[in-house]
T-cell receptor
Framework: RKEVEQDPGPFNVPEGATVAFNCTYS??????FFWYRQDCRKEPKLLMS???SGNEDGRFTAQLNRASQYISLLIRDSKLSDSATYLC?????????FGSGTQLTVLP | DTAVSQTPKYLVTQMGNDKSIKCEQN?????MYWYKQDSKKFLKIMFS???????INETVPNRFSPKSPDKAHLNLHINSLELGDSAVYFC????????????FGPGTRLTVL
């Protein structure tokens, strides 16, 4: 089993839609969780950290479920500019481990 | 000011050549990394240095040799390049080695012909 697994998509959604991504991790001792965003041919950039109690940043909501070992990202009112690959990142050991990413395309 | 910079941005070379990629960060971070992103977009750690000391060395061919002259710089030298080395190589840094967020450089797109 991979340490971090994501549905690769692609997810194609219309503008204004709500879309959710899940990511599962295998190491129950993992302590840090993040969502990164990567635009085409660019470097990954931090979108948001994921806290135990869940957290929100504008249209983005992140949740952590330790019992089931998954994190989720919810995007409300999707914008064209949200089109990107979303990377789930978990810290199972000494370094951050990246999922393979979920590709999102928001359509006009 | 660019936080994490890499040079060159593009590198096209023949099989068998030796090449280097340079990375610098001006964030005052202690830890720097090299990641490789292959054609399937999977981002995998190669090396990590903390205060010039190698702390992570994943299963990478010994043709790849990182060097950290000081904690603001981490270079990657690759000997005898192979076709399978074609990928995007990202340098990154973090405040410490303990679960901090990563700041990535813009990447070096290496193509081996």
């Amino acid at each position: 089993r991979k340490e971090v697994e994501q549905d690769p998509g692609p997810f194609n959604v219309p503008e204004g839609a709500t879309v959710a991504f899940n990511c599962t991790y295998s190491n129950s001792a993992s302590q840090s969780f993040f969502w990164y965003r990567q635009d085409c041919r660019k470097e990954p950039k931090l979108l948001m950290s994921v806290y135990s109690s869940g957290n929100e940043d504008g249209r983005f909501t992140a949740q952590l479920n330790r019992a089931s070992q998954y994190i989720s990202l919810l995007i409300r009112d999707s914008k064209l500019s949200d089109s990107a690959t979303y990377l789930c990142v978990v810290n199972p050991a000494r370094q951050l481990t990246f999922g393979s990413g979920t590709q999102l395309t928001v359509l006009p | 000011d660019t936080a994490v910079s890499q040079t060159p941005k593009y590198l096209v070379t023949q099989m068998g050549n030796d090449k280097s990629i340079k990375c610098e960060q001006n964030l005052g971070h202690d830890t720097m990394y090299w990641y490789k992103q292959d054609s399937k977009k999977f981002l995998k750690i190669m090396f990590s240095y903390n205060n010039k000391e190698l702390i992570i060395n994943e299963t990478v061919p010994n043709r790849f040799s990182p060097k950290s002259p000081d904690k603001a710089h981490l270079n990657l030298h690759i000997n005898s390049l192979e076709l399978g080395d074609s990928a995007v190589y990202f340098c990154a840094s973090s405040l410490t080695q303990l679960r901090d967020r990563l700041y990535f450089g813009p990447g070096t797109r290496l193509t081996v012909l």
